[in-house]
């Protein structure tokens, strides 16, 4: 019975180029002289480094920890010596620096030891975080960590699981050539993510430009005993875009601001299967993929290469013309030359281009747009291209997000059919950039303005706490003094209240005063004359003559007086 079709808006028909590299089975490519691996090459957190410099390594041994659920751990591709672990240039427009590991490979290609993993009897979320330590992310180009799309939603039951086998992009064949040569393991590997989704069905799609390779997982599915479907699409680019190929198979169309498991369908590559399987069968983690060598090269070709290893080193294996004068990463649609060509082959590159001039002729000059509407028939996503890229070359980001520029795939058709020979893509990246770089500068401000503002609440609660700790000391020791005078006023004589509530600094100041007058009367009497006692009689008449003399002036309560007032000045001088 035949499997019926959908159609999707908009996409080409660019000249496919595929027939050069498929005449020769997957290479096993060589060692190279040293592999250089990112630690970020998934979508998600960037892996922690478990090694470091001189650390001897075996080939599937982890080198990078994944970071947080979306990411997946990096593995030594072969057995050698770290040499490094430090920023170096990577396959991205860019050409902006990763922290990668690199690796002296010392020819032995030593595994670690494997074991397979029991599935059958693990619990679904077990099978999860070993695909996670495994590394197995889509192959397809995404590189999402596909343990992270291995969860059905909660809300919605999963109708389809498709299988991504279209592989649209001129140029490319390695999913082919892999469907071809592997197609029983990559069969197994869609049972496990079957047993994992519980699907209702199952649709392998496969572009009818392959018919090679529809034949070869139809016979692996007949022979393991499966009820999948293989089903051909028509060839049209890009029908290998996961939102194109649900489309022609399901005829659900996915919202922007949905994702397919919110519509009960879920979308992973041939490829991602293979190594899942590889993954639970023997033990190993991903540390090659298949890539396409092609272009402008005497030998086009499929590799199995390992991952790190430097582009130049495998394109040679093809044998590049003289005339070649970069390399694309990517297919002629979506790809892009790489910075510098000993940049190291990742998880996400699936073919290699040898770029040359009689190839890629050089655009004519740019000219104005005209508004032909060219650029929105082709977008298979049905935006408006020539209205994203006035607001974008006038850099009014604002707009472009208003006319839905990240539902954008940069797919290119737009640039493909474009009568000005507008890089439109271009412009895009450049707005998205740009959107992404504000954002990072407004959360960035918005972290230092929360920043700052914690830090005055901290110093007003510490200002506060500390005038608490002073109210607190200063009661303290006014509840002290209060209960002290309490206790005086106790062992005070209840028939003298009034002396009790004396004031006891004016109690000390009169009891000074007392002690300095009866020092000064002690004075006075020890002043006294001692010579009276020996007096003649006529000595003694004129000694009580004087003295009668002097009472009779009052000299004797002068004295007194002169007397009292020194010693109330002594009193003071005490004080």
């Known amino acids: 019975m035949l499997h019926q079709l959908f159609k999707f808006k908009g996409g080409v028909k660019p000249p496919t180029n595929k027939t050069q590299s498929v005449t020769l089975p997957i290479a096993a490519a060589p060692l190279p002289s040293r592999l250089i691996v990112p630690l970020h090459q998934s979508i998600g957190g960037t892996p922690r480094p478990v090694v470091q410099a001189g650390d001897k390594v075996r080939k599937g041994q982890l080198i990078g920890e994944a970071d947080g659920w979306i990411s997946a751990a990096v593995h030594a591709p072969t057995s050698g010596t770290v040499l490094a672990v430090a920023m170096q240039p990577q396959p991205h427009p860019s050409g902006l620096d990763a922290l990668s590991v690199v690796i002296e490979p010392d020819g032995r290609d030593e595994w670690i030891d494997r074991q397979p993993f029991d599935y059958a009897n693990a619990t679904p979320d077990d099978t999860r975080r070993y695909l996670q330590q495994s590394g197995v992310v889509g192959l397809g180009g995404a590189v999402f960590p596909t343990h992270g799309k291995l969860t059905a939603s909660r809300s919605v039951a999963m109708d389809e699981l498709i299988i991504n086998g279209a592989e649209c992009e001129p140029y490319i064949t390695c999913d082919d050539l892999l469907m071809r040569e592997r197609a029983a393991d990559i069969v197994r590997g869609i049972g496990i993510f079957r047993d994992l989704l519980q699907p209702k069905r199952v649709l392998i799609g496969i572009e009818d430009n392959k018919p090679e390779a529809a034949a070869a997982m139809r016979a692996a599915v007949a022979e393991l005993g499966e009820n999948f479907e293989v089903v051909s699409v ?4 890009p029908a290998g875009g996961a939102k194109q190929l649900i489309r022609v198979l ?3 169309e996915v919202p922007a601001a949905k994702r397919s498991t919110d519509l009960g369908v879920q979308c992973f590559n041939v490829a991602t299967a293979y190594t899942a399987w590889r993954a639970i069968a023997y033990g190993e983690p991903v540390v090659s993929r298949i890539v396409t060598v092609t272009g402008n090269v005497h030998a086009p070709r499929n590799y199995e290469a390992l991952i790190g290893t430097p582009m130049d080193e495998l394109l040679a294996l093809a044998q590049p013309h003289p005339d070649t004068d970069g390399t694309v990463m990517g297919g002629p649609m979506m790809g892009f030359l790489v910075p510098t060509p000993d940049v190291p082959v990742v998880k996400a590159t699936n073919c290699l281009i040898a770029h040359a001039d009689r190839l890629f002729p050089p655009k004519a000059p740019e000219m104005p747009c005209i ?8 977008c298979p996503h049905e935006l408006q291209p020539f209205e994203l890229y006035w607001h974008a070359r006038a850099k009014n980001f604002g707009k472009t997000q208003q006319y839905h520029i990240f539902d954008c795939i ?3 058709c737009c640039s493909f059919v474009c009568p000005s020979r507008i890089p439109l893509v271009q412009y895009f990246r450049f707005a998205k950039s740009e959107i992404w770089a ?3 500068e407004k959360n960035a401000a918005d972290e230092a303005k929360t920043r700052f503002e914690f830090k005055q609440f901290r110093e007003e609660r510490e200002k506060a706490e500390k005038a608490e700790k002073l109210a607190k000391a200063a009661a303290a020791q006014a509840a002290k003094k209060a209960a002290e ?12 209240p009034a002396e009790a509530a004396v004031d006891p600094a004016q109690a000390a100041k009169k009891a000074a005063i007392e002690a300095a007058m009866a020092r000064a009367k002690a004075q006075r009497e020890a002043a006294q004359p001692k010579n009276t ?3 003649n009689p006529q000595q003694a008449e004129e000694l009580a003559a004087i003295e009668a003399r002097r009472q009779a002036a009052g000299l004797t309560d002068a ?14 001088t005490e004080e």
Do not use: H, I, M, N
């Open 485 to 496: 005078a309490a206790a005086a006023a106790a062992d005070s004589s209840p028939a003298a």
């Open 371 to 378: 508004r032909c509407g060219a650029c929105a028939d082709a």
């Open 250 to 252: 399901t005829g659900k």
């Open 410 to 412: 940069e797919c290119g």
């Open 438 to 440: 504000r954002e990072r």
């Open 533 to 535: 006692d020996t007096l």
């Open 559 to 572: 004295a007194a007086g002169t007397a009292a007032v020194d010693a109330t000045r002594e009193a003071k």
């Open 234 to 237: 028509p060839t049209r680019y």
